[in-house]
């Protein structure tokens, strides 16, 4: 074998074997247990970042491990290919977005499969593959037919320079990203899944642990933020009763203005009504009330999302009507405020401000009413600001109240709704965050919506005999709305009721839609018949997912709904998706850079600068290493602290560089070692360095012993016979292969790394006397580090595994055996106990592993320390904790 070694030869032969021997592809074999490790799919965006190289070594660790193991792993891989940025791409460089995804899927599957992965690539599947998303229209079909999907009107984000409706990415400080004008609130029909339906099911799985379907597996952090979005209330909805009546002489809303509430305990602290700015009584008001009108249209120019309405200043306006309270008959205005959202219940709230924070300050703003109702032990109210006990509903006792007076919040709740169902004017209800799913995009690169316009029949479902409906992928989007509007041959088409000349549906799907069932159609990734089939049923649930917090809410539980309308529809039989959960953490770096003199800001590569530390070692600065333009070698930086890896900040560290570098092997063991897999990494030039000299001394250990390696035979000697250095060897790797079993088993891949460095460490420290019994534990050691090493760099030991004739005598290292700990190599032949003087440690004994108390005692007695302290005098007493320590009272 070569003395040196070259990653570059090393890999490129590893890969070109794996490829030639079809060495990842695995079927259904019913003979072993099944283990299903998925990364979720990448956005092919152009090239690999770290973040993804971070996540595939992970899945790639646990994958090959499994494989050792005697499982039967499935690690498939694919494109989440439909989406904005591809538009956004095409429109600048003129080019058609399925050109510009395909080009980035190729280039990133080759920098894949660069990076070594053991993806069965025989189940790659690409979203704007008409043969994979053909099922997405398919399965809207079904769901239209048994009601879980419907069309309804939605609100949407409209240009009206561009006349395109916008994403709300696209909507930047409530105007358009191109044309810069204030956008606009439309409504407009389309596709809804009911996903609220689903609710109670979604939030048992990851809120109550003696759900059946319960995620143990899964991050505490994740169910709680699903818990928190699915946003379970239970309350109560009442009316407030009015005879404000129509233009035509009609009462509105039959002369009851409903709302919901949590707290009806505090029902009698009401001194007034919230109601969304498009509620039926604002526009009633608005019209006799110009200054109304004015401020219902400026509402309408805010933001769509929730996000948007939370963090924008609370405003409002009285519109001079009254309802009546349900329980004491008293008049109370209603306003419009641009907090209250139409979609949310019945678009109308009671205000409490004594007892809501956000009420108390809109009551404060515009001189309302405060009414304390609810009191909490002897704290003090006062109208001078908010305090937290104020909300507390634990602790509130009502006040102010007349029957409810003494009742706690429970018992004050259902009193009310009691009182109020007497007068038939309200009841207990439970009500969700989670709205149903909107999944109609008025965008070109995504799945077309089955459907076709018919003037007579209206929305006709395209019949399943025709998908799927392709897509045209010439199209080029110029920015002004969506190009399948002006491709007659797309857009015409015959009803397919009565034959008449109609028009196909121009939107397309949600693409979180696509990623919602991608990881099921890779079980069945090849059937051209079926959605999914018995691929799916023999690997789903998914053991391992893998993937960021980001996708911590909207996908995981779209993908978890899906599953459960596929169910339900008799297509899987699983009731929950991803049995246990990774989200790994983030990759950052430091970020370096100085004012300009013009005052901008100036990004520096980490390469480019030294740090600056403080007398504790903490990074205070920076300076330049050399000349860079204008400014001298030596002048000072700014240092930011670290932050995600971005192109802007001049702090990416490009995956293909490491590569062509230093090798995957190093890349990944790097990204392994430096952080457990949750937790955030930092990027680290010297960490990376660290990696690379480990592997070369691995490569190095292997070229000095290569003779001794082949010859000698793993396992060819008997403890008994060792000689004692040899025995002590044999003691620390089984002690690290028994460290590192458990550390991969808890996924725990950077104390995998550090076990494996402790190993070679131990082997380079072994000095063999050449006696078959050294030569053949040397062997067992060397065999022990390529299987403990290979699931982070199986490049360099796969090759070695070969090389050194292991592969000849255990097997190829794919599906080498996962060592066993032998029990007797633990066995100490000597115990170290601590040795005390009068209580005081002073050193250690040896002494043979069971030896007796007349021993230990005799050993402890017969110490340099021992005589030192007692001068020549017996020891007065001798104690003997068994396995730890001895002391010696003089
Ligand atoms: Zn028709």
Redesign the pocket.
């Known amino acids: 074998m070569n003395e040196k070694y070259d990653p570059a030869a090393v890999e490129s032969a590893a890969q070109a074997a794996w490829r030639a021997a079809d060495a990842y592809r695995v079927t259904e074999d019913q003979n072993k247990p099944k283990f299903y490790a998925c990364s979720m799919l990448p956005y092919p965006s152009g090239k690999l970042h770290m973040g993804h190289v971070r996540n595939y070594t992970i899945n790639d660790m646990l994958t090959r491990q499994l494989r050792m193991k005697g499982f039967n792993v499935l690690m498939p891989m694919g494109w989440d290919a439909f989406g904005l940025p591809a538009e956004n791409a095409a429109l600048k460089n003129a080019v058609p977005p399925e050109k510009w995804t395909r080009e980035n899927i190729a280039y990133m599957k080759t920098q894949m499969q660069a990076m070594g992965l053991a993806v069965d690539w025989s189940r790659e599947v690409a979203t704007c593959d008409p043969e994979y998303y053909k099922w997405n229209q398919w399965l809207f079909l079904k769901m239209l037919e048994a009601g879980i999907a419907e069309r309804r009107t939605q609100v949407v984000n409209w240009d009206p320079v561009d006349m395109t409706v916008l994403a709300n990415e696209q909507v930047i400080d409530g105007r358009g990203w191109r044309s810069g004008a204030v956008v606009e609130k439309r409504e407009i029909p389309g596709y809804y899944l009911n996903i609220v339906q689903y609710a109670d099911e979604l939030l048992g799985a990851v809120a109550n642990p003696e759900d059946p379907n319960y995620l143990a597996g899964w991050p505490e952090r994740v169910r709680l933020m699903q818990e928190n979005w699915i946003g379970k209330s239970e309350g109560v909805r009442f009316a407030f009763t009015h005879d404000i009546q129509d233009a035509a002489g009609a009462l509105i809303g039959d002369g009851r203005m409903y709302v919901f509430t949590t707290r009806a305990d505090t029902i009698m602290g009401v001194t007034f009504c919230a109601v969304a700015p498009e509620h039926p009584l604002a526009a009633h008001a608005a019209a006799s009330h110009p200054a109304l009108a004015a401020f219902i249209a400026e509402c309408a120019q805010g933001g769509t999302t929730e996000a948007e309405l939370a963090t924008q200043e609370k405003k409002g306006m009285a519109t001079g009507l009254f309802v009546t309270h349900p329980l004491t008959g008293a008049q109370v205005e209603v306003w419009v405020g641009n907090y209250v959202l139409m979609s949310y219940g019945d678009g109308a709230v009671m205000g409490v401000p004594a007892h809501d924070e956000r009420d108390f300050a809109f009551a404060k703003k515009y001189g309302i009413a405060i009414k304390q109702v609810v009191k909490a032990g002897d704290e003090v109210f006062s109208l001078d600001a908010w305090a937290d006990w104020y909300g507390d509903k634990q602790r509130a006792v009502c006040v102010n109240s007349g029957a409810l007076d003494g009742l706690p919040y429970k018992e004050a709740v259902s009193k009310v709704a009691e009182l109020l169902a007497a007068r038939g004017l309200g009841e207990k209800k439970t009500t969700w965050r989670l709205r149903d799913w909107g999944i109609s995009r008025q965008r070109y690169w995504g799945t077309p919506i089955p459907i076709i316009h018919?003037d007579?029949?209206g929305a006709?479902p395209v019949p399943a005999k025709d998908l799927p409906v392709v897509l045209p992928i010439d199209c080029v989007p110029d920015g002004s709305g969506n190009p399948l509007k002006k491709r007659t041959d797309f857009l015409n088409v015959a009803?397919p009721?009565?034959g008449?000349p109609?028009q196909r549906e121009t939107d397309t799907m949600d693409t979180f839609v696509d990623s919602s069932w991608y990881f099921m159609r890779y079980c069945d990734a090849q059937n051209s018949e079926q959605m999914v089939a018995g691929g799916t049923d023999y690997w789903m649930p998914m053991d391992q997912y893998i993937g960021g917090i980001e996708h911590a809410i909207l996908h995981l539980l779209y993908a978890r709904f899906w599953t459960k309308v596929m169910r339900d529809l008799k297509l899987v039989k699983v009731n929950e998706p991803f049995t246990k959960l990774l989200t790994q953490g983030m990759v950052l770096n430091h970020i370096y850079s100085r004012r300009t003199d013009k005052g901008g800001i100036e990004y520096f590569w980490p390469h480019e600068v030294e740090n600056v530390f403080d007398a504790g070692g903490k990074i205070v600065g920076a300076q330049l290493k050399e000349a860079k333009g204008d400014l001298p070698a030596g002048t000072a930086i700014d240092y930011q602290g670290v932050g995600t890896m971005s192109k802007s900040k001049n702090n990416g560290v490009d995956p293909q560089d490491l590569i062509n570098q230093h090798g995957a092997d190093t890349a990944r063991l790097f990204v392994m070692f430096a952080s457990p897999p949750e937790q955030t990494l930092e990027w680290n030039d010297s960490g990376v360095e660290g990696a690379h000299r480990f592997i070369k001394r691995v490569w190095g250990f292997a070229a000095k012993n290569e003779a001794v390696l082949k010859a000698a035979t793993a396992g060819d000697f008997s403890q008994a016979e060792l000689r004692g250095d040899a025995r002590t060897l044999r003691r620390e790797l089984h002690l690290a292969l028994r460290q590192v079993s458990h550390d991969y088993e808890r996924m725990q891949y950077n104390t995998v790394v550090s076990g494996c460095m402790k190993v070679l460490n131990a082997l380079e420290g072994f000095k063999s006397d050449g006696s078959d019994g050294d030569r053949a534990v040397l062997c067992e050691g060397v065999s022990l580090l390529l299987r403990m090493l290979y699931p982070a760099c199986p490049h360099i030991t796969w090759s070695l595994w070969s090389e050194l004739g292991f592969a000849a005598r255990q097997g190829d290292l794919l599906d080498a055996p996962w060592p066993a700990v032998d029990e007797a190599a633990l066995v100490q032949d000597e115990l170290e106990l601590v040795l005390q003087v009068n209580g005081k440690t002073r050193g250690s004994i040896k002494v043979p592993a069971g030896a007796d108390k007349a021993t230990i005692e005799a050993t402890a007695a017969a110490s340099a320390e021992v005589a030192r302290f007692a001068e020549g005098k017996p020891p007065k007493k001798i104690i003997v904790v068994p396995g730890r320590l001895v002391n010696v009272v003089v």
Do not use: M, N, S
């Open positions: 018919c007579d029949c006709v009803c009721c009565c008449k109609a």
